[in-house]
């Protein structure tokens, strides 16, 4: 051992002794805190006179429609998507009304439809399964990996003639491993839409999350990145994708400063809905583009030196990271080998007044009762009536690895605004109750 590496191993050893208050808090000792640490809700936290200013002018202009409005031509959705685009590193930004409109429209630009295919991962939020069988589509269900994100290794032997698309969802703040999703894609001649709801800010290899594949969606509600309480976001490169998405959102039509945007239109009226985002909405959201990089450098340098304080605690092992620079770090995952013993962590953590958690803000779609019914709006859906929606099966038993890896980890989630004392604590509790939970 050279004399760096003692003198680091040395320092360890004397904040593992420091850190070292003996009994757990779960078995009657004294809790590394007095209060409870809580991670909150991210963009709210900066909210200030700039998105208090950006709302005052769409009041006092009386112009809450992006359109149109007795204060000249509104302005503040055509330049947050101006911004978000910019800041995403994509052609095109489009607002929408939710991270949900955001996947629906996303899959009306790429024309998936009725007996089309889409793989996703088993373990992510409702929105992903819900928007595919409301563009009458069947989702098949792909394995998560260590990264809790699609396996791309599960994704080949899910692909069948009818598959078009892959929905790549970074969840947690974590990106899943694009390189090998998108050769999968290429291979087979599938597109990717990168479903960037919970990872709003992060990148991978240098790009920003949502540039990469045909299209990304973001979600601006609550306990997003940045939010105005709901908000969406869709991007991407591909003139035609961002014309079909711009129509799709406004009930078919393409409005003037959308066609500048495009230039040269290339499609005709089509039907679609209405996911057009207001002004109030556009004004806060500008204001929180312009705050993304501070939300995020904060949340990742949090998480970071949890990282570096008990990185060297024997045998740990965190969740996969296929770009750890890239990563937002919205929590801290470390791998427990089972549901027992991750359950210990959480309960002793809880003790010690530090929130922890398992893999969180998502469901295990095959499990839910209503999936394994296959049960949607109405009797002659065509999701399901074809005669392999007819034939698919859900259940626990279609998705074992994603179950025993949601069991298995657990966390402590990152706030942007923890101070260096909370860190301080988190790093004591997990140096705490690790070693007595591994131990067991
Ligand atoms: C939150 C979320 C969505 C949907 O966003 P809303 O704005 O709540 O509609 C979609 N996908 C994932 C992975 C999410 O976490």
Redesign the pocket.
């Known amino acids: 051992m050279d004399r760096r590496k003692f003198m680091a191993a040395a320092g360890a050893a004397a904040t593992a002794a420091q850190a070292a208050p003996g009994k757990l808090a779960l078995d009657g000792g004294k809790p590394v805190r007095d209060k409870p640490l809580k991670a909150g809700y991210w963009g709210t936290q900066f909210y200030d006179e700039k998105e208090r200013a950006e709302l005052l002018e769409v009041l006092e202009t009386r112009s809450p429609f992006r359109w149109y409005g007795p204060g000249g031509t509104p302005k503040k959705v055509l330049q947050f998507e101006k911004e978000f685009a910019a800041r995403m590193g994509a052609k095109y930004a489009l607002g929408v009304t ?4 955001a ?1 629906q429209v996303a899959l009306a630009a790429l024309e998936i439809g009725p007996g089309d295919e889409v793989i996703l991962p088993a373990w ?2 409702h ?2 399964f819900n928007t595919i069988v409301l563009a009458g589509a069947l989702p098949v269900c792909a394995e998560i990996d260590e990264s809790f994100n699609i396996d791309p290794s599960d994704i080949e032997r899910r692909i069948t003639p009818r598959t078009k698309l892959i929905m790549a ?1 970074h ?1 947690q703040g974590n990106p899943a491993d694009l390189d090998r999703i998108l050769a999968v894609a290429r291979s087979h001649k599938l597109r990717v839409l990168e ?1 960037c ?2 990872s709003v800010g992060a990148s991978y290899k240098g790009k920003p999350l949502g540039s990469i594949g045909d299209v990304g ?1 973001y ?3 609550l ?2 990145t940045i939010t105005a309480g ?3 976001a869709v991007v991407t490169n591909d003139p035609v994708l961002y014309e079909r998405a711009s129509r799709f959102h406004d009930l078919g039509g393409l409005r003037a400063p959308h066609q500048d945007a495009v230039g040269k239109q290339q499609l005709d009226w089509f039907i679609g809905a209405n996911y057009r985002m207001n002004e109030f909405t556009g004004g806060v959201l500008l204001a929180q583009t312009r705050k993304l990089d501070k939300v995020v450098d904060a949340v990742r340098a949090n998480a970071q030196r949890v990282y570096e304080g008990i990185r060297d605690l024997p045998g740990i092992k965190f969740r996969r990271r296929y770009d750890p620079a890239g990563e937002l770090g919205s929590g801290v995952f470390i791998d427990f080998g089972g549901k027992q013993r991750r359950d210990r962590f959480l309960a002793a953590m809880k003790a010690e007044n530090i929130t922890a958690a398992g893999p969180g ?2 469901v295990i779609l095959p499990t839910l009762p209503h999936i394994m019914a296959k049960r949607t709006l109405h009797p002659a859906w065509p999701s399901f009536n074809t005669p392999r929606g007819k034939a698919i099966r859900y259940g626990p038993e279609t998705c074992p690895r994603t179950i025993d890896i949601h069991g298995r980890f657990g966390g402590v989630p990152m706030d942007p605004k923890f101070t260096r004392a909370d860190l301080d604590d988190i790093i004591a509790a997990i140096r705490k109750v690790y070693p007595e939970v591994v131990r067991a």
């Open positions: 939710s991270g949900t409109a996947l992510t939020w929105s992903c969802v969840l479903d709801a919970q969606i979600s601006l509600q306990n997003k709901e908000g969406g803000g998502s």
